[in-house]
């Protein structure tokens, strides 16, 4: 089945480490994103990428970073620069095209920072 | 990209219609409507799009005005699995797109027995 995933659902840690949370898609798309959600928000992009090597920021990428070595994989690193890492972050790829581009979302993962 | 206004919150019976409208009088000509929806704890899922023309596919209808300044999107028969929170976009499809989705805060469409 095509898709895509995110690992793992749930994920704590202790103030002031770094951790990466995992986001794979096996949907041969070129672009990749990174959003954040809040309790009663929407979601706030954090960093995308359209091609392999190559990405840039979104509206809120301070305390954050992304790799892109491989097209199916784009991991996010929340640093400990990140003031308020608790929330729930939503991955999401799309063909990129002259078109219309739908957006598939990974279930996420939610990030508790103790 | 235009904004968007939807209401907060609404309620709809179960087996009726289901009308969200969305508000975007800033909306420029190449600019797309999108609507996504998110059910609790979920990654958001895309529902229609469209440009001038009403549409309509296995999930829904989606309404856009004459003058394109508003737009409703139409559950025909809701059902208890709808209740989620509806996000109304408008973005611009063309060679400078970078893909990115502006989420507000969309409309709590609580389906009710």
Redesign the interface.
């Known amino acids: 089945d095509g898709g895509?995933t995110q690992s793992p659902k749930y994920l704590f840690r202790k103030e002031g480490q770094n951790v990466t949370l995992s986001c794979e898609q096996n949907l041969n798309h070129d672009?990749m994103?990174w959003?954040r959600q809040d309790p009663?928000?929407?979601?706030?992009?954090i960093y995308?990428s359209?091609i392999v090597n190559d990405f840039?920021k979104?509206d809120i990428a301070e305390g954050y970073s992304v790799s892109r070595e491989k097209k199916e994989s784009f991991p996010l690193t929340v640093t400990s620069a990140q003031k308020n890492p608790t929330a729930?972050y939503?991955c999401?790829s799309?063909i990129?095209g002259?078109?219309?581009?739908?957006?598939?979302?990974?279930?996420?993962t939610?990030l508790t920072v103790l | 990209d235009a904004k968007t206004t939807q209401p907060p919150s609404m309620d709809c019976a179960e087996g009726r219609a289901a009308n969200l409208p969305c508000n975007h009088s800033t909306i420029s000509g190449n600019e797309y409507v999108y609507w996504y929806r998110q059910i609790h704890s979920q990654g958001p899922q895309y529902i229609i799009h469209g440009l001038k023309n009403n549409e309509t596919n296995e999930m829904a209808s989606l309404i856009i005005t004459e003058d394109r300044k508003s737009s409703t999107l139409i559950l025909p028969h809701a059902t208890l699995r709808d209740t989620a929170v509806y996000y109304c976009i408008v973005r611009s499809d063309g060679s400078s797109n970078t893909g990115k989705l502006i989420f507000g805060q969309g409309t709590t469409l609580q389906v009710k027995p």
């Open positions: 895509i672009a994103y959003y009663g928000q929407g979601l706030r992009l995308y359209q840039q979104g729930f939503l999401a799309s990129m002259l078109v219309y581009n739908e957006q598939f979302f990974g279930p996420g939610r």
